[in-house]
């Protein structure tokens, strides 16, 4: 499958961002689906994950109740609702997905950068 993540920008703190994957080459529905992001000098961090029917959303406490992880698998597109954004939010931000039965993510997007200005 071939991801290709687009959506990112310049925002002020306390503002919004919508990101979106939008997937190809593959049946996008047999896949979950997360959202990573990366910071300057910083490892790679999990943001937030969908089970293959969007039944089942993970965050980590950084971004629970600020950001909401969502998908249309009839568009083959997943989305990153990113609300109440932090100068901390800052990094780029990667879509990856995992085929059903894989304990990891197989495959990744390019990356779009997201700057949360203070």
């Known amino acids: 499958v071939q991801l290709q993540a687009s959506g990112g920008g310049l925002v002020q703190a306390g503002g919004s961002l919508r990101l979106s994957c939008a997937a190809s080459g593959s049946i996008f529905s047999s896949f979950n689906m997360g959202w990573f992001r990366q910071a300057p000098g910083k490892e790679r961090e999990f943001v937030a994950a969908?089970?293959?029917?969007?039944?089942?959303?993970y965050y980590p406490d950084s971004v629970k109740g600020r950001f909401t992880i969502s998908r249309d698998n009839a568009k083959n597109t997943v989305y990153l609702q990113m609300n109440s954004l932090k100068p901390e939010d800052t990094a780029v931000y990667y879509c990856?997905?995992?085929?059903?039965?894989?304990?990891?993510?197989?495959?990744w997007g390019q990356g779009t950068l997201v700057t949360v200005s203070s």
């Open positions: 990856a997905a995992s085929p059903a039965g894989s304990a990891g993510y197989d495959y």
């Open positions: 969908i089970s293959r029917s969007g039944g089942s959303t």
